[in-house]
């Protein structure tokens, strides 16, 4: 199970986010992103309840994604060889995570850990960390990504988050990047909507280093 990390601040804010399962656990296992509440009310998406009753797929878990552009570098392919999803399917464990559709899910791809105040994960092309500072009129998240090996996709999903179609006024979440895609979902506590930074034909340099961030900022005084 996914090591789960409580969120409490003295304005009644409450919630979690979760480290990620790797790719072991179902798609609603995964919070990477704070889920919050205040007095009853869903201030965030929760990717909670059942897989059937909600349109979930891996492109609306908040840890970026591409597509390769070209074949699975062998590392990753070495590196994914023991690692099956036997314990949701047994089906599964015939499975490649080597897809053919070359689509690199940072969710599946990496393995993850809890360390301090976020987690850290990591495959043989790249490193991902990601860090939580909760404060009491926001909570910041800072993103690094290492990149290990040359690598180049077709698209690229950078600075990804999600949120509630219907605007809370009382939270407004910022990221470093101006988001320019937006795909719709269905979550089990409504409506949401994931948005990211799309980034099209492009390349990454070994030991390339990309930082980004979100910021949760809460009013309310109205």
């Known amino acids: 199970m996914n090591e789960i990390k ?3 601040n003295h304005q009644g804010i409450e919630g979690f986010w979760a480290v990620p399962t ?3 656990g179902h798609l609603c296992d995964e919070q990477p992103l704070p889920y919050l509440r205040r007095k009853d009310q ?3 998406p929760r990717l909670g309840g ?25 590392k ?17 464990i015939f499975k490649s995570r080597c897809n053919k559709e070359r689509n690199f899910y940072f969710y599946d791809q990496l393995n993850y850990k809890g360390i301090k105040n976020g987690f850290k994960g990591k495959c043989p092309l790249l490193t991902m960390q990601r860090v939580f500072k909760i404060e009491e009129k926001r909570i910041l998240v800072k993103d690094i990504i290492n990149f290990k090996e040359n690598l180049e996709f ?17 939270v407004k979440i910022s990221t470093s990047n101006n988001t320019n895609y937006q795909e719709s979902f269905k979550s089990s506590t ?27 900022k809460f009013n309310f005084e109205k």
């Open 6 to 8: 409580k969120i409490k």
């Open 22 to 24: 790797s790719g072991f």
């Open 42 to 44: 869903d201030l965030t």
């Open 50 to 74: 059942e897989i059937n009753a909600n349109n979930y797929s891996e492109r609306i878990i908040p840890l970026p994604y591409g597509k390769l552009s070209g074949s699975w570098p062998i």
């Open 76 to 92: 990753q392919k070495f590196f994914n060889f023991t690692r099956r999803k036997i314990n949701i399917y047994w089906k599964n």
């Open 154 to 170: 077709n698209y690229f999903h950078l600075n990804p988050y999600i949120f509630f179609k219907s605007k809370k006024e009382c």
């Open 190 to 216: 409504g409506d949401g909507v994931f948005s990211s930074y799309l980034i099209k034909n492009c390349k990454f340099k070994k030991s390339e280093i990309i930082r980004y961030s979100y910021e949760y």
